[in-house]
């Protein structure tokens, strides 16, 4: 029977000839030698003492692994177990055991634990792969008779320890194969998405490019003591409701942007993600400070030195928690106070007197030296180990201009970065509105940096109320017609709105049949070949006709091939030689565009993300100049008079009437907006060179693009 750990009772001898971190040694010895424990005991403990990974983990540690029973499963000693997981390494090749290999080791010999990770988490053991200095799968043994590969092919009993209970589990009937499913996100693209994540990618590293070249030239330009001016980041906002697929779709899109091989000023360089829970920091006051926290520890070890970065951020906390001004004031107080006895006592030399005061003079200077230097460290220790809110609301109180200076901490962050930053933000359609503003707000003020890009995955709905329910007082004042609250502070906000794609039903029906049937055993070579010839077929296309004509599909062509070469064709969408076909495409559009310098980067990236939805789902609604003309007038549509947009999408059938300026039972805000001419113009497509008007027909196509048809895709 399993014993609960009890560090006390603890007479493990660890005899290895592999040095162990401190964590993994204390884990171990936190187990009595004797007690028979599952292996995810093991990490429950480990994990108590490193929650830098815990944005991964859907559960608190302490509830991650509660309810599973201690006296089931595989039982061994905690010493057999770390034994195994150290005969799973190549002992050249990892010198140290610490917490990342451990638990993967652990999760590589017991099944049961790997199952319940990946159901209860995100990306934890990919994160944990990261982490090591080598490939994971090049740090393994490579010789056979390994612990994996004897538990490759060893039965359950086999594994069990001597004098454990096993009963064999009874056949599988039929029925036990359709099974529930985790339907927590998943790296692994099983939804045909890969190939839009992929384009996202692109697009995202493009845009980066043309902001940071502005960044550079501003930095030669100005002299070297000038303040950069504010703004630069690229706010995008990935839409889809509870279910869609936005986390998975996110993670598709990291590996994506880790391929992506960058090269500034001649230096290779990488993409770093930060991945940022909302709802997890939640609680926080102010909302920025984990932000800020988050981005800092994902990023230093990206640096050109980590450990002076880390050194400057430590004194940075101190200034901030006011404690270093404090013990400095301290300090020189000593120092002045044993000068000035020092100064008393050369007037009295021989003096008994004099010489005491002397003595406690040079003491006190001592004193005041090691005193200031110990109490600053400390102050810095508890500054940074803190890495609290408390400090920051502390500092918010106590500075000038705080706000300011938060700014300009958060750029020289990224300044020694080497290469771009994407903010990954996920479950922010959890949160309160109170707390949502705030941190839009922070981004969009205080992070706004050239050299980060931040992706805020939320339902738009749920945005759109926040600030509604926030700013209510204001409503009347800085509403404008067709544009709700809601939407005018998000168009402010994000440079760029996408929608998850819908499934399409032969994706649908593909991924049922891999759930309730399992993948045939040729599957993936198959995708993969397909993949390879799609990627060849469509290298060469330089314009979205072209792209087009390639996908019209065949009835005789499998399926598979049929969403890889759809796959490859939204990549190639994203090339810089297809994007400058679109932009040109839609030049005779932008007279019916706001005048402002944005409105054609919007309407570029708002119409390249609809031509991508409708490549995935159904190419036959672009397959003619005519088609790609309405789905523009579309996007001009949403981007102007979203509440519009959200009409015609809940009601399609009004569009003739809208067409006529026919007006009889629409709300009132929406029937003057309707009779303005601007709005006609983009209606009839009133611009030289369109000749065509919006019609039911692409309005019912659009809305099987995403994975919600009660807003628009593009906002």
């Not at 983990?57 to 499963?73: M, Q, S, V, Y």
């Not at 990306?123 to 393994?140: C, I, M, N, T, V």
């Not at 001009?636 to 003739?656: G, V, Y």
Request: with cysteine.
């Amino acid at each position: 029977m399993a014993t609960e750990p009890n560090v006390s009772q603890s007479t493990v001898r660890l005899e290895t000839n592999l040095a162990l971190s401190y964590s993994v040694e204390t884990t171990i010895k936190n187990f009595p030698e004797k007690s028979l424990v599952p292996a995810w005991m093991l990490v429950q403990d480990i994990l108590s003492r490193h929650h830098e990974y815990d944005q991964y983990l859907h559960l608190e540690t302490d509830a991650l692994f509660r309810g599973l029973d201690p006296n089931k499963g595989v039982l061994k000693p905690a010493s057999t177990w770390l034994k195994e997981v150290i005969s799973l390494y190549d002992p050249q090749k990892l010198k140290r055991l610490n917490f990342e290999p451990f638990v993967l080791g652990l999760s590589e010999i017991d099944t049961t634990l790997a199952n319940h990770l990946d159901f209860n988490s995100t990306g934890f053991r990919d994160a944990l792969k990261r982490e090591l200095q080598e490939p994971y799968e090049s740090l393994l043994r490579t010789s056979t008779g390994s612990v994996a590969e004897q538990n490759a092919t060893a039965s359950p009993a086999q594994n069990a320890a001597p004098g454990t209970e096993f009963s064999p589990p009874p056949p599988p009937s039929s029925s036990d194969y359709i099974v529930f499913r985790a339907d927590a996100a998943t790296a692994a693209d099983q939804l045909g998405r890969q190939g839009f994540a992929d384009a996202l990618a692109t697009w995202l590293n493009r845009i980066w490019g043309e902001n940071y070249m502005d960044y550079l030239r501003l930095r030669v330009a100005l002299e070297p003591e000038s303040r950069l001016p504010e703004g630069g980041s690229f706010i995008v906002h990935l839409h889809g409701p509870w279910g869609a697929g936005k986390t998975s779709l996110l993670r598709l899109m990291e590996n994506a942007l880790r391929n992506i091989n960058l090269s500034i000023g001649g230096e290779p360089r990488e993409w770093t993600v930060v991945w940022f829970n909302a709802w997890r920091n939640r609680h926080l006051d102010p909302a920025w400070w984990p932000l800020m926290e988050r981005v800092y520890q994902e990023t230093v070890n990206h640096t050109a030195s980590p450990t002076e970065t880390r050194l400057q951020e430590s004194w940075w906390r101190a200034r901030i928690t006011g404690l270093g001004q404090y013990v400095l004031a301290i300090g020189v107080a000593f120092v002045l106070l044993g000068l000035g006895m020092l100064a008393v006592s050369s007037r009295g030399e021989g003096d008994l007197f004099g010489s005491l005061i002397g003595l406690i003079g040079t003491v006190s200077t001592i004193i005041g030296f090691v005193g200031s230097i110990v109490s600053i460290v400390l102050a810095v220790s508890r500054s940074v180990s803190s890495g609290s809110a408390a400090s920051a609301q502390n500092f918010l109180r106590l500075a000038q201009d705080p706000m300011e200076k938060v700014r300009v901490h958060f750029s020289e962050i990224l300044d020694r970065v080497n290469g771009p930053v994407m903010v990954l933000i996920d479950d922010m359609d959890r949160c309160q509105p109170e707390y949502v503003v705030r941190l839009l707000e922070s981004i969009q003020t205080l992070f706004n940096d050239s050299r980060v890009f931040y992706v805020i995955a939320a339902d738009r709905r749920w945005l759109y109320e926040c600030f509604e329910i926030v700013y209510q007082n204001f409503t009347k004042s800085i509403r404008e017609p067709g544009r709700r609250t809601g939407y005018l502070f998000l168009e402010k906000i994000f440079q760029m709105s996408i929608s998850v794609p819908a499934m399409s039903a032969e994706t649908q029906k593909a991924y049922l049949d891999t759930l309730y049937r399992g993948e045939r055993a040729d599957a993936g070579q198959k995708i993969a070949e397909a993949a390879r010839e799609a990627e060849v077929e469509f290298e060469q296309v330089t314009s979205t006709e072209a792209l087009i004509e390639k996908l019209k599909p065949t009835k005789a062509q499998d399926p598979i091939v049929q969403q890889a070469r759809r796959e490859a064709a939204v990549r190639r969408l994203a090339s810089q030689e297809v994007s400058a076909d679109i932009e040109h495409f839609l030049q005779p559009f932008a007279s019916l565009l706001e005048r402002n310098p944005r409105a054609m980067k919007r309407l570029v990236n708002a119409y390249s993300v609809y031509l991508a939805l409708a490549v995935l789902a159904d190419v036959e609604l672009i397959n003619s100049p005519d088609k790609k003309k309405r789905f523009a007038l579309w996007t001009i549509l949403s981007l102007r008079w979203p509440s519009l947009a959200e009409k015609l999408e809940q009601d399609p059938e009004t569009l003739p009437t809208i067409l006529k300026r026919e007006t009889d039972g629409l709300d009132p805000e929406l029937a003057a907006l309707i009779r303005e001419g601007e709005v006609q113009r983009v209606l009839h497509g009133e611009a030289k060179g369109i000749g065509v008007s919006l019609d039911e027909e692409t309005i019912a196509g659009l809305l099987g693009l995403q994975a919600s048809s009660s807003t628009p895709a593009v906002a």
